[in-house]
């Protein structure tokens, strides 16, 4: 039972346009969620977090949105650079429990 | 500081072999976790531990053992590997009351033949 789900495994875009990132989870009692960026050889890194008290978060060019009667999150990306090409986890979690879920992953390629 | 560093690096096992993974974080964080990545399947958590000397199951427990005898170290066990073990598997800590950013390690590439 995937509790948190990408259902798009791959995503291109063009240099300078936006890039949307999707991840869906199901279990209701997630109150916190995160993004991560993963280069291939290496470990993920964090990119930026919600609380399911905010329905948006802003870092320079990174948003998430919260839309929690959707029990959907959305990453945003603008304006996207060759630079950003990596593969990115979404990852949800219960206050208390420090038990993260992840997403499948989706893997994004900025076109220069 | 290192962070979070992994050994081995690689590794090739033969069905029913065992070995150990060792994970060692140098920021004190009190909570480490160890994932495997695969394919299609993302990041699933195998054991996690929410300080020395303790240990939970994650969502794929089946197979390996974990024991955090240092706050430092956390170690990952496969007592009698099985192909279905070949993966990626990634070590993670966090500290403090923050859930922000897992930091991860490098990774360990396993493949049972």
């Known amino acids: 039972d995937q509790q948190v789900k990408q259902n798009s495994p791959s995503l291109s875009v063009q240099e300078g346009r936006i890039s949307i990132l999707n991840c869906d989870y199901t279990?209701?009692?997630?109150?916190?969620f995160l993004w991560y960026k993963k280069y291939p050889a290496e470990g993920p890194t964090f990119l930026i977090s919600?609380?399911?008290?905010?329905d948006k978060n802003e870092d320079g060019r990174f948003t998430v949105f919260l839309n929690k009667s959707a029990k959907h999150l959305s990453l945003h990306i603008v304006p996207s650079q060759p630079g950003d090409s990596a593969v990115y986890f979404c990852a949800a979690i219960t206050s208390g429990t420090y038990k993260y879920i992840f997403g499948t992953g989706t893997r994004l390629k900025v076109l220069a | 500081n290192a962070g979070v560093t992994q050994t081995p690096k690689f590794r090739v096992l033969k069905t029913g072999q065992s070995m150990t993974l060792l994970c060692a974080q140098d920021m004190n964080h009190e909570y480490m976790y160890w994932y495997r990545q695969d394919p299609g399947m993302g990041l699933r958590l195998i054991h996690y531990s929410v300080g020395e000397g303790t240990t939970a199951k994650g969502e794929v427990p089946d197979g390996y053992n974990v024991s955090r005898l240092k706050k430092q170290n956390f170690l990952l066990g496969l007592e009698s590997a099985a192909p279905s073990q070949t993966s990626v598997y990634f070590c993670a800590t966090i500290g403090g009351s923050s859930y922000n950013e897992q930091f991860f390690g490098p990774g360990t590439r396993l493949t049972v033949l």
């Open positions: 919600i609380s399911s008290i905010k």
């Open positions: 279990n209701s009692m997630f109150d916190y």
